[in-house]
């Protein structure tokens, strides 16, 4: 220890999360934002869970600007 | 623990989906709309029938504007929320907003920035029809490596950190991911579907428009999730100078 360092701070060491307690969170919202950023991002494009292109159509501008290929 | 992150995660992209929102509807539309004034006069040039709006310019350009962003950014809250949950304590000793911010920065680059090197993003009018499946796959894959090698390069830094300290372990972390990404980028087949008279200027300001919109998007999540955070994280207050 250097005595530069003066003893009487006290520095917040951050406390991990358990990975365990992360880990079932982690599966839900990951699947769930998986789908969510599928129907903004490629629904009615490569692939088409709802028929025709409503979905596509609606949210056209958002898709193009967020970077997704179209059309 | 978790419920309060994500809730504040969540919160966080709605307010980031807000002010991208007003980015996109006020510098990202014009180019839009620039590019499909340029689809209808080269359809009608061809002597094609005009194709009939199944949802109207207005709706497109407003509702269906928002929801698309408004939903990416709740989406993209929440997955933050949890990137921050397995990250935090475990990048050297950064402090909750320190550590929102190396996620928010890393999270804007390897998710969006370095894909859109490779597959810039395009107005409408720019992409062959036919073509939209090897697009789709190629770009995804292109998010997933790019993620992926991120997620790696910051588990190679930790494992350098004790050897290398902070700075160098972080040096060879980020060259480690330059190399892999651009090797990548090699790899990954070239799209070259830009038609030869699309006005150049509206593509640049689309593409500008574009990862504006992003950096709003992703700094706003970081900011404000790290702010909303701080203060209800459980630290061990120990003294300065001793061991971790």
């Given at each position: 220890m250097?005595?530069?360092?003066?003893?009487?701070?006290?520095?917040?060491?951050?406390?991990?999360?358990?990975?365990?307690?992360?880990?079932?969170?982690?599966v839900f919202i990951g699947v769930l934002a998986m789908v969510l950023l599928y129907f903004v991002g490629a629904e009615q494009g490569a692939?088409?869970?709802?028929?025709?292109?409503?979905?596509?159509?609606?949210?056209?501008?958002?898709?193009?600007?967020?970077?997704?290929?179209?059309h | 623990m978790m419920r309060m992150l994500l809730v504040r995660g969540m919160f966080a992209g709605l307010v980031a989906g807000v002010l991208a929102l007003v980015f996109a509807r006020v510098i990202g539309e014009p180019s839009v709309g620039a590019a499909i004034d340029f689809e209808s006069a080269e359809a009608t040039?061809?002597?094609?029938?005009?194709?009939?709006?199944?949802?109207?310019?207005a709706v497109q350009s407003t509702l269906g504007l928002a929801t698309g962003v408004l939903v990416y950014a709740v989406a993209f809250g929440g997955l933050f929320a949890l990137a921050f949950a397995v990250?935090?304590?475990?990048?050297?000793?950064?402090?909750a907003r320190a550590t929102a911010l190396v996620l928010g920065v890393g999270g804007y680059l390897s998710a969006f920035v370095v894909p859109f090197l490779k597959y810039p993003a395009n107005p409408p009018s720019?992409?062959?029809?036919?073509?939209?499946?090897?697009?789709?796959?190629?770009?995804?894959?292109?998010?997933?490596?790019?993620?992926?090698?991120?997620i790696a390069?910051?588990?190679?830094?930790?494992?350098?950190?004790?050897?290398?300290?902070?700075?160098?372990?972080?040096?060879?972390?980020v060259l480690a991911f330059v190399v892999a990404l651009s090797v990548a980028g090699l790899l990954f087949p070239?799209?070259?579907?830009?038609?030869?008279?699309?006005?150049?200027?509206?593509?640049?300001?689309?593409?500008?428009?574009?990862?504006?919109?992003?950096?709003?998007?992703?700094?706003?999540?970081?900011?404000?999730?790290?702010?909303?955070?701080?203060?209800?994280?459980?630290?061990?207050?120990?003294?300065a100078g001793q061991p971790g």
């Amino acid at each position: 220890m250097s005595v530069a360092s003066s003893a009487s701070v006290a520095v917040p060491i951050p406390v991990r999360i358990p990975l365990r307690e992360v880990l079932p969170w982690a599966v839900f919202i990951g699947v769930l934002a998986m789908v969510l950023l599928y129907f903004v991002g490629a629904e009615q494009g490569a692939t088409s869970l709802i028929s025709g292109h409503y979905v596509h159509e609606f949210v056209h501008d958002g898709r193009h600007l967020l970077g997704f290929p179209c059309h | 623990m978790m419920r309060m992150l994500l809730v504040r995660g969540m919160f966080a992209g709605l307010v980031a989906g807000v002010l991208a929102l007003v980015f996109a509807r006020v510098i990202g539309e014009p180019s839009v709309g620039a590019a499909i004034d340029f689809e209808s006069a080269e359809a009608t040039a061809a002597g094609e029938p005009p194709e009939p709006e199944l949802v109207s310019r207005a709706v497109q350009s407003t509702l269906g504007l928002a929801t698309g962003v408004l939903v990416y950014a709740v989406a993209f809250g929440g997955l933050f929320a949890l990137a921050f949950a397995v990250a935090y304590g475990r990048i050297g000793r950064l402090d909750a907003r320190a550590t929102a911010l190396v996620l928010g920065v890393g999270g804007y680059l390897s998710a969006f920035v370095v894909p859109f090197l490779k597959y810039p993003a395009n107005p409408p009018s720019i992409g062959n029809a036919d073509t939209i499946d090897e697009r789709t796959v190629t770009y995804f894959l292109m998010v997933a490596v790019s993620v992926g090698c991120a997620i790696a390069a910051a588990c190679l830094g930790r494992r350098l950190m004790s050897r290398l300290g902070a700075w160098n372990a972080t040096l060879v972390a980020v060259l480690a991911f330059v190399v892999a990404l651009s090797v990548a980028g090699l790899l990954f087949p070239a799209v070259d579907e830009v038609p030869k008279e699309f006005p150049a200027d509206v593509l640049w300001s689309f593409r500008v428009a574009s990862l504006g919109t992003q950096l709003i998007m992703w700094t706003t999540i970081a900011l404000l999730f790290g702010v909303l955070v701080r203060r209800r994280l459980p630290a061990d207050r120990q003294l300065a100078g001793q061991p971790g």
